[in-house]
């Protein structure tokens, strides 16, 4: 079993329409947990950055992060063609060494359709 | 430069050949990382530098996989005698604090074609 699991989609949307994607983990010591989107051939863009429980927000978009069901997600209000990517979740747990580096789901495909 | 350039952005290597692929992270961050990306899965780590030092190798999936940075600023991925499942993107990404912070800043990668 994956520490993240991630539904990869596709996942097709008007216009509009409000976005909700959803990771879950295993690993309790995850303390930072990040939402990166990546358009094709290129590498992965930091969205939202949370640490520990709580919800963020930053314009159309708002992390939400519940340590107590291992559950994160994203949500993208009125959604825009140009929010069409892949969109990956990662997580880390802090510490010197190996506390930094990420875990990331598997990533979901979303397209917006004008 | 502004962001994190990763060199070259593709390469076609035959089975057996050696790589060596480069990072030039953000001036002055100090965290460096190098993931593995295979066609439609999420980034895999692989190593971690913090400038020069090379605090975690766990993720390298063999000894043909060797990283350094040797002056805390380039980084280059080595990978020794190529097999075809080392076809992948490899993604670059640097930070300017060190542990936690995980507010990374990624490549465009190199994509890796063996064949």
């Known amino acids: 079993q994956k520490e993240v699991e991630q539904d990869p989609g596709p996942l097709s949307v008007p216009e509009g329409a409000i976005v909700s994607l959803n990771c879950t983990y295993s690993n309790s010591a995850f303390q930072y947990f990040m939402w990166y989107r990546q358009y094709s051939r290129k590498g992965p863009e930091l969205l939202m950055y949370?640490?520990?429980?709580g919800n963020k927000e930053d314009g159309r978009f708002t992390a939400q992060v519940d340590k107590s069901s291992k559950y994160i997600s994203l949500f993208i209000r009125d959604s825009q063609p140009s929010d069409s990517a892949t969109y990956l979740c990662?997580?880390?747990?802090?510490?010197?060494?190996?506390?930094?580096?990420?875990?990331f789901g598997e990533g979901t495909q979303l397209t917006v359709n004008p | 430069g502004a962001g994190v350039s990763q060199s070259p952005r593709y390469k076609v290597a035959k089975r057996g050949q050696d790589v060596a692929l480069r990072c030039d992270p953000i001036s002055g961050h100090v965290s460096l990382f190098w993931y593995q990306q295979a066609l439609g899965q999420g980034p895999e780590f692989l190593t971690y530098?913090?400038?020069?030092?090379?605090?975690?190798k766990s993720g390298l999936p063999s000894d043909r996989f060797f990283a350094e940075r040797p002056e805390g600023s380039v980084s280059t991925l080595k990978i020794q005698r190529t097999q075809q499942e080392d076809s992948a993107v490899y993604l670059c990404?640097?930070?300017?604090?060190?542990?936690?912070?995980?507010?990374?800043?990624f490549g465009s990668g190199t994509r890796l074609t063996v064949v």
């Open positions: 949370t640490y520990s429980s």
């Open positions: 530098f913090q400038n020069e030092a090379q605090l975690d």
């Open positions: 990404a640097s930070s300017l604090g060190g542990a936690g912070a995980g507010g990374y800043t």
């Open positions: 990662a997580m880390s747990g802090g510490g010197e060494t190996s506390g930094s580096r990420l875990t």
